[in-house]
Nanobody
Framework: VQLQASGGGLVQAGGSLRLSCVAS????????MGWFRQTPGKAREFVMR????????YYADSVKGRFTISRDNAKSTVYLQMNSLRPEDTATYYC?????????????????????WGQGTQVTVSS
């Protein structure tokens, strides 16, 4: 599956952005979807994950209450709504797809648990 992320940009602290990730090439509803982020010199960090049919969502503690993940299977798109942004949210954000055989529940925060990755979109939050 090919993933194309978009929606990044420059925003002031306290502002909002919505990232989108469009999938193509495979049946989107067969994939659990995740968002990760990475800053230079650091490991890729789990942000959020949503189940194939939006039945379950998982959050990193750092974004709980501020970020929301959703998906539209009819549009083969997963979204990351980011509110109350902070300078420490500055990173390149990546969407990722976990397809069959699916990663075990204990591994969903690990980038190795995902099979396909988008190209990344830069989010910069100014103070």
């Amino acid at each position: 599956v090919q993933l194309q992320a978009s929606g990044g940009g420059l925003v002031q602290a306290g502002g909002s952005l919505r990232l989108s990730c469009v999938a193509s090439g495979r049946t989107f509803s067969n994939y659990h979807m995740g968002w990760f982020r990475q800053t230079p010199g650091k490991a890729r960090e789990f942000v959020m994950r949503i189940g194939r049919n939006s039945g379950s969502t998982y959050y990193a503690d750092s974004v709980k209450g501020r970020f929301t993940i959703s998906r539209d299977n009819a549009k083969s798109t997963v979204y990351l709504q980011m509110n109350s942004l902070r300078p420490e949210d500055t990173a390149t954000y990546y969407c990722a797809a976990d397809g069959p055989p699916y990663t075990i529940n204990s591994n969903y925060r690990n980038p190795d648990g995902y099979d396909y990755w988008g190209q990344g979109t830069q989010v910069t939050v100014s103070s």
